[in-house]
């Protein structure tokens, strides 16, 4: 019985075979050194364009916290842009010169609308005292006309520095504290998914007035560290609500341009323990 049998000597020819297949060449050669490198051809680079930078609109930026936002986004890169009655500020920082100053009345509507081209984000400052009537137009109206313009232009985030309740405060400052709920309640309206209302209790820090500066942190800061800690007593009735801890006005300032620029920020409401927590 005859058998075809394969001599050891033929067996590197069938190992050296080539096989074309769909115009492959398929080696089997054993003498190939799988340890060699695969080449790749370098493909060719594409140049995608930079993002956009953010602009950033900072509604009373020649105010006390105002002041603080706009240097604040300054120092994160934004592009920054402030609209007052007053227009260009007075302040001799160096930062100041990288403002783009705009002058307007939010009580006008018409005259504050070019301001917010190219406005990606909003931060209102915006406040004031004085009798019931021109409190609730300060801090009611004339929010509520910023707000409704921004969404009309397109504009994505909205941040109102609002404030907290004071109980019986709140009696004593009517018009000021029903403008300041008007406006929150537009916000959360007009901005569901990118308004972020901040309510911060007494804002301390150095305070610019006139060529003087007022240290308030001298106060502010030693009540800070006390009170942040005494949560509890804020049920205590008419006088706990006066207990809510100050906080300091460049911690604001970070938790107000962070949740006007980040996109994951939480809207709504943020109490003061919120802020004091965002801004470490």
């Given at each position: 019985m005859s058998r075809l049998v394969h001599s050891q000597s033929s067996l590197p020819k069938l190992y050296t075979a080539a096989i074309y297949k769909n115009g492959r060449l398929l080696s089997t050669d054993s003498s190939n050194k799988l340890d060699e490198p695969f080449k790749v051809e370098e493909a060719e680079t594409v140049k995608v364009p930079p993002p956009p930078s953010d602009k950033l609109l900072v509604l009373g930026g020649n105010g006390f916290v105002g002041s603080h936002v706009c240097k604040e986004a300054l120092d994160r890169g934004l592009s920054v842009a402030s609209l007052s009655r007053s227009g260009k500020s007075s302040i001799k920082d160096s930062w100041a010169s990288k403002v783009e100053w705009h002058q307007g009345n939010l009580l006008i509507p018409d005259s504050f609308k070019d301001a917010l081209n190219g406005v990606t984000s909003v931060i209102s400052c915006v406040g004031g005292f004085g009798s019931n009537s021109h409190m609730y137009k300060i801090n009611g109206t004339a929010n509520i006309n910023a707000i409704r313009a921004a969404a009309e232009q397109g504009v994505k985030r909205f941040v109102y520095v609002s404030a907290a309740d004071f109980g019986i405060v709140n009696y004593l400052l009517q018009g000021y504290y029903e403008g300041k709920r008007a406006a929150e309640t537009e916000l959360l309206t007009r901005f569901p998914y990118g308004g972020v209302i901040l309510r911060p209790g007494f804002i301390h820090g150095t305070r610019q007035v006139g060529s003087?500066?007022?240290?308030?942190?001298?106060?502010?800061?030693?009540?800070?560290?006390?009170?942040q800690h005494a949560k509890p007593l804020q049920r205590v009735p008419l006088v706990g609500p006066m207990l809510t801890p100050p906080v300091n006005v460049t911690g604001v300032a970070k938790v107000s341009v962070r949740a006007a620029t980040d996109p994951v920020f939480p809207p709504g409401i943020m109490d003061v323990y919120g802020i004091l927590r965002h801004s470490q």
């Open positions: 003087v500066k007022v240290p308030l942190g001298i106060i502010g800061a030693p009540m800070e560290m006390v009170l």
